[in-house]
């Protein structure tokens, strides 16, 4: 479960260089599965925001569990109203979000590749709008992030970055 977040944590920052080199904001619905192994799936649904002002970003997940990631600049806070739980981190694998973009080649018109880590990543995009991205990460789950309802460069409130805590939840620290 850490490594699949993990994987989640770092697209966050992948997708804020969409277009793959203009976007400034991305909002959009996501289905995310995830393939282990022994071929068992698992798939999550949800809404994510991300805005390379600040560099933040902003996971909602909603089916089948509910949680929200919030990222920025490399610190993370996941808070899981079913757990009653707040974690925070900090992630030191997780690259300059500038750098990463830079470094993905475009491979055919619809499709390009980075790797980050010794992890391949295809982003497929549909102009302006990322399609999906695919990798398998360090401990071999395969998995596939579709996007759709997106929008792109508008403006996000910066309070949608801003999280709140209640006070009965446990405060974790990784």
Known sequence: MKKILLSTIFL????????????????????????????????????????????????????????????????IVIIEPELEQAIFAKLSKVPNVLNLLNSAKQISENR?????????YTIEVAGDKIKNIVYTDEIQNRVNIEFNT?????????????YTIPEDYDILEQ
């Not at 600040?54 to 997940?61: K, R, S």
């Not at 390009?112 to 391949?120: A, P, W």
């Open 112 to 120: 390009y590749e980075t790797t980050f880590n010794n992890v391949k």
């Open 12 to 75: 966050s920052c992948t997708l804020l260089s969409a277009n793959i080199t203009q976007l400034t904001s991305l909002e959009s619905n996501f289905k995310q599965s995830i393939i282990n192994d022994q071929n068992s799936r698992i798939t999550y649904s949800g809404k994510m925001y991300a805005s390379k002002q600040n560099n933040q970003a902003l996971w909602i997940y909603t089916s089948p569990i509910e949680k929200k990631i919030y990222y920025k600049d490399g610190s």
């Open 150 to 162: 997106q929008k792109t460069n508008e403006k996000i409130d910066n309070s949608m970055f801003v």
